[in-house]
């Protein structure tokens, strides 16, 4: 079973930086595409970013692309979200999530299959 643990959230300032982490337990990372989604109250969850299995190919939803850029480690098992010029529009909680085996990235959170909690990001103007 795939567990992802995110860490990294908290409270900064509009024009500042946060680097999300999230660390898959098992030891098939490097083969799932990984991916980014955002929650805020009342909202919808939605795409922020993904990844492919081999990191090779990014994709960003408008309203972060040139903000955010997503990486990985594979053998760190660990993907990264680091987001720049952030925005109070950009406060919400970020949940990683892990797509389907070698399968390409997407923006569908339903073809998600393993989530982490989340962890809470806050923007103040």
């Known amino acids: 079973q795939v567990q992802l643990v995110e860490s990294g959230g908290g409270l900064v300032q509009a024009g500042g930086s946060l680097r999300l982490s999230c660390a898959h337990s098992?030891?098939?990372?490097?083969?799932?595409?990984m991916g980014w989604f955002r929650q805020a109250p009342g909202k919808e969850r939605e795409f922020v970013a993904a990844?492919?299995?081999?990191?090779?190919?990014?994709f960003y939803a408008d309203s972060v692309k040139g903000r955010f850029t997503i990486s990985r480690d594979n053998a760190k098992n660990t993907v990264y979200l680091q987001m720049n010029s952030l925005k109070p529009e950009d406060t919400a909680v970020y949940y990683c999530?892990?797509?389907?085996?070698?399968?390409?990235?997407?923006?569908?959170?339903?073809?998600?299959?393993?989530w982490g909690q989340g962890t809470q990001v806050t923007v103040s103007s």
């Open positions: 999530a892990a797509g389907r085996l070698f399968s390409s990235p997407t923006v569908r959170s339903d073809e998600y299959d393993y």
């Open positions: 098992g030891r098939t990372f490097s083969r799932y595409p």
């Open positions: 990844i492919s299995f081999s990191g090779s190919s990014t």
